[in-house]
């Protein structure tokens, strides 16, 4: 991971030429003071986030997720070849550190597709685009205490597979699914580790290990000037998961055992696999939450000493958890941990970001004086939840319990909360 041997000169990172989407996300900038340059990407109901700092010789990156599947294609790799292609040219882009918040689809496709890319260009002798230097991953074989591939192993055989087929028997449709998706996606992880390993990416500097926090000794990372303390996962949680891993394995050909075990993924994994970091640089501080919960992430803040011990926690950005989700979070998350930009990367898929999560805002700052951006258009969130509802038989879409847009409008119209709506792109 690049570190500086002196402080940089806070200019801001070079421009490039702009694509539509880049030149949208303009609108919600302002004056940069240290040069750190927070991006979301359009990632449809996933997080796609570049983080750019000051450097002594390039800008540092650091890229958080990449989206499901098509972010790449549409949004992650036309905004680095823009980067790229400068001026001034950077070929290939260096990438300092690529972090995978989640274990889900929706955060790790695209990133499978950037090192898929690089591969494809190893094997054809042909240049890199990119090179990236470090991953940053929890793999589920790492969060469950396997080897590499020891999750695979244990999950491929015919009666394991043959009782996750039968889940959905046991739980509930929607808790089924997910808890499914969650079984299996140990896959994905396990081939980001080797397509790693292929490309001599190293993970998790400097000892290989999971990233979690834990109070003995807090793990505090460095990029360039700035500094990032994990504060989540938690150990003690991670313990309690091998725990239930332990016990599936030892009667996994049993399918009340392996509905047990989805069950309590379905409940665990969003937070387990979650890394949850505090970037700070200079006097600027960022809260990153994956799709970590919320009590989860102030528990990991006050264990890390990073609560005040009166007001709350004052943040320039805070990336809402699991893309703006009210599950998992309260009014008293909001008057806790208040920032003056809150970031849902969200399209409507699965109700995200939820109206109720906008009502806590308000409530915890009725005052206002901070911005809330949604890296789409309340409208168009509203269209594609409607259309999601209509698709999984849930009902109608009911406005008032469901739509954002007049919330949305409201703020606009009352001005004390301001709103973009489109890419993101914050110099601070």
């Known amino acids: 991971m690049a570190k500086t041997a002196k402080r940089a000169s806070p200019a801001s990172p070079p421009r490039a030429r702009r694509t539509p989407a880049a030149a949208a996300a303009d609108t919600a900038t302002t004056k940069s003071k240290t040069g750190l340059i927070f991006e979301a990407l359009p990632a449809r109901y996933g997080d796609c986030l570049l983080l750019t700092l000051p450097g002594p010789e390039r800008p540092i990156r650091l890229l958080v997720d990449g989206g499901p599947s098509g972010v790449f ?5 036309p905004r680095l070849d823009e980067i790229s292609a400068g001026p001034p040219a950077e070929k290939p882009l ?4 690529v972090m995978v918040s989640h274990i889900d689809e929706d955060h790790i496709l695209g990133i499978l597709d950037l090192f898929g890319t690089l591969r494809d260009a190893d094997e054809r002798r042909a240049p890199r685009a990119y090179q990236p230097r470090w991953l940053l991953h929890n793999s589920f074989d790492g969060l469950v205490g396997e080897g590499e591939g020891g999750a695979a192993r244990a999950m491929s055989g015919e009666t394991v597979l043959a009782s996750l087929n039968a889940v959905s028997g046991v739980l509930l449709d929607d808790k089924a ?46 990029l360039g000037d700035a500094t990032l303390t994990v504060v989540g996962p938690l150990k003690e949680e991670i313990d309690d998961l091998q725990k239930e891993w332990a016990k599936w394995k030892a009667k996994q050909k049993d399918k009340d055992a392996t509905a047990a075990l989805a069950a309590y993924l379905d409940k665990s994994v969003p937070n387990l696999s979650s890394i949850v970091v ?14 970590a919960r919320g009590d989860h992430v102030l528990e990991g803040l006050e264990a890390a000493k990073l609560m005040p011990a009166s007001g709350p926690l004052k943040l320039d ?14 009014v008293s998350f909001f008057k806790k941990i208040q920032a003056d930009h809150y970031v849902a990367s969200a399209d409507g898929t699965y109700g995200n970001p939820d109206r109720e999560t906008l009502e806590m805002i308000e409530k915890a700052r ?56 489109g890419p993101v792109r914050l110099a601070l």
């Not at 260096?94 to 550190?97: E, H, L, M």
């Not at 994905?188 to 390993?197: E, F, I, R, Y």
């Open 177 to 222: 699914h997910t808890a499914r998706l969650v079984l299996q996606s140990y896959g994905q992880g396990s081939k980001l580790a080797s397509l790693a390993a292929a490309l001599k990416i190293n993970r998790n500097p400097p000892d290989q290990g999971l990233i979690q926090f834990t109070t003995a000794q807090p793990r505090v990372l460095r």
């Open 317 to 330: 950005i805070l990336k809402l958890p699991h893309h703006g989700s009210s599950r998992n979070l309260d």
């Open 94 to 97: 260096a990438i300092d550190a």
């Open 366 to 421: 009725p005052q206002g004086g901070f911005t809330v951006h949604l890296t789409y258009s309340a409208e168009s969130c509203d269209a594609t939840h409607k259309d999601w509802l209509k698709d999984r038989k849930e009902g109608p879409f009911d406005p008032k319990k469901h739509a954002i847009a007049d919330i949305v409008g409201r703020w606009k119209s009352e001005g004390k909360i301001r709103v973009a709506e």
């Open 73 to 77: 294609r549409t949004s992650l790799k």
């Open 278 to 291: 505090v970037m700070e640089c200079g006097s600027r501080k960022l809260l990153l939450t994956g799709d």
